[in-house]
Every structure is written in structure tokens, then in C-alpha cells.
């Protein structure tokens, strides 16, 4: 009698822990995942995933999921997104970025290198103002994020230690639009931005080392042989001249044909383009 009821009193034990065990798996499996918040949302751009920028644009708070356009051109990226038609000040915007492809200021404002196509009308650049850049200073090495909005005109800075953070520039800018143009429903029709090219320029006292120098001459030897350049003066200032030329040669034709854009701007450049198809 007593074997009989330990043998009930251990299949009753028996039952009850196996359901507890089931009642805590289904518990478990019908907990919802604890997902953490991110306060600020962000805009996330990049030609991979495993390259990925970040950034928000504080100008563009009014748009819940902007389409970003992301081109990769000689292996350089550059994205566009957040185009607006703004019809009272009559003037087109878009946010541009690029991830730096080097420790030095590139820019892409070459006036005619920037167009917007509207219909059979195209829009040359007329300005922009950064949201965002970073800069890394030739005097202390230190690389610094400005952040720019409109209770900071000179820009909030923060210098850069996590040495993951991609370094990236970020602007907006405008085009002024015809009264042909604002008169037409734009809405839904595309326009085409492009963008021709990125280019620096060295930094103050450094124009003129050796490397650009023979960099210079190795690029006009490819187009025109016997003309020799020096560092020299131009006026009052430092410049890469000419010093020497065959008598039948016009070097400086020669020179604007090779460096159209001037002698380091073109030394220094990426050539596209990058074109966006945006819609209003």
C-alpha cells in the first residue's frame, strides 16, 4: 500500500513538472522581442553594406522615409536625396553626400559640373550650404565633424575618435528654376541631376611640393612633349610656370587644354558622373 502511493505521488510529481516545463516554453515563445530605440532616426546610405554612412539631415525633419539615390562611379559613391520645388522662392534643393575619399577638403561646385534637367531645360548650380562635413586639420591631425543649422552658423564641432566613423560631406544645394518651368505640374515627372566630378584643392603651402609638380609634368607629357614647368611666381604669389618651351608652341594654350579647370584642381580629381533621376 505504501509502494502504491509513492508510485502515485511520483507520476503526479512526474506530471506537474512536465507541465510547468511546457507552460514556461510557451510563455517564452510568445514573449515579443524587446527591441532597442533609436531616438534619432537616421538616414543610412552607402554603395555596400559593409561600408555604410550615416547622417541626418536636420533641414529635411518634415520627411519620414526620404528616397535616397546612391550611384558608385569609379569607385566613389556619392547619394541624393529629400529633392524639394519650393515655388515661392522659385527655386529647386536637393541633399547631396560623398564619403571623403581622402583627408582633404573635397568639394564638387564647379559651376557648370552641376545641372539639373528639367524637360528641355537645364539648371546650372547656383549654391549650397553644408549640413555636414568633416575636416581634418594639417596642423594637429586631429579630424573634426562640423555639424551646420540654422542656431549655429558657424557650425557645431566635435572632434572624431572612433576610428569606424566614416568621414563624409553632406549639403544642400540649389538651383534657381524658369517661370516656364514653375508654371508646368511638376508633380511626379522626373528631373535629372548631375554631378561631373569631386576635386580638392592642397592645402595652404603645400601647392607647390615636388609630387604635384611632377605630377603636373607627367600629365602634360601625355599631351605635349618639351614643355618644361618650374615653381615659380606669378605676380605675387607662388605658382607652377612655365619654363620652358619649344618657340613654336603655344604653352599656354597647350596648358588650358590639359587643365582646363586649372593645374590642381584637375591634379586632383574624380571623374564621374554621377546621375540622379529625382522626382518632387
Request: net charge negative; charged share 20%; proline share 5%.
Amino acid at each position: 500500500m505504501n509502494n502504491t502511493k509513492k508510485a502515485l505521488f511520483l507520476s503526479i510529481s512526474l506530471i506537474l513538472c512536465f507541465m510547468a516545463a511546457a507552460c514556461q516554453k510557451v510563455e517564452t515563445a510568445a514573449r515579443p522581442e524587446i527591441l532597442s530605440t533609436v531616438p534619432n532616426p537616421q538616414v543610412t546610405f552607402a554603395d555596400s553594406s559593409v561600408n555604410a554612412v550615416f547622417a541626418q539631415d536636420s533641414q529635411s525633419s518634415e520627411i519620414n522615409d526620404p528616397d535616397v539615390h546612391t550611384v558608385v562611379v569609379n569607385g566613389q559613391s556619392f547619394s541624393a536625396w529629400d529633392f524639394r520645388v519650393n515655388r515661392d522662392t522659385k527655386r529647386a534643393s536637393v541633399v547631396v553626400s560623398f564619403n571623403l575619399p581622402s583627408n582633404e577638403d573635397w568639394v564638387f561646385h564647379l559651376r557648370e559640373g552641376v545641372r539639373l534637367t528639367i524637360g528641355d531645360e537645364t539648371f546650372f548650380i547656383r549654391g549650397g550650404g553644408p549640413l555636414l562635413t568633416y575636416v581634418r586639420s594639417p596642423r594637429d591631425g586631429i579630424l573634426r565633424k562640423i555639424s551646420f543649422d540654422n542656431d549655429s552658423v558657424g557650425g557645431v564641432v566635435e572632434v572624431v575618435t572612433d576610428p569606424q566613423e566614416v568621414p563624409v560631406r553632406i549639403d544642400r544645394i540649389y538651383f534657381d528654376l524658369s517661370d516656364q518651368i514653375l508654371e508646368q505640374d511638376l508633380t511626379g515627372q522626373p528631373m535629372k541631376l548631375v554631378i561631373d566630378s569631386l576635386f580638392y584643392r592642397p592645402n595652404e603651402g603645400h601647392e607647390y611640393d615636388d609630387e604635384y609638380l611632377a605630377s603636373a609634368q607627367a600629365r602634360l607629357d601625355e599631351f605635349q612633349k618639351g614643355i618644361v614647368l618650374a615653381c615659380g611666381s606669378s605676380g605675387f604669389s607662388q605658382a607652377i610656370v612655365v619654363q620652358q618651351k619649344p618657340a613654336d608652341i603655344d604653352a599656354d594654350a597647350v596648358l588650358a587644354s590639359v587643365f582646363p579647370h586649372g593645374i590642381f584642381v584637375d591634379l586632383n580629381m574624380i571623374h564621374g558622373p554621377w546621375e540622379f533621376i529625382l522626382q518632387p
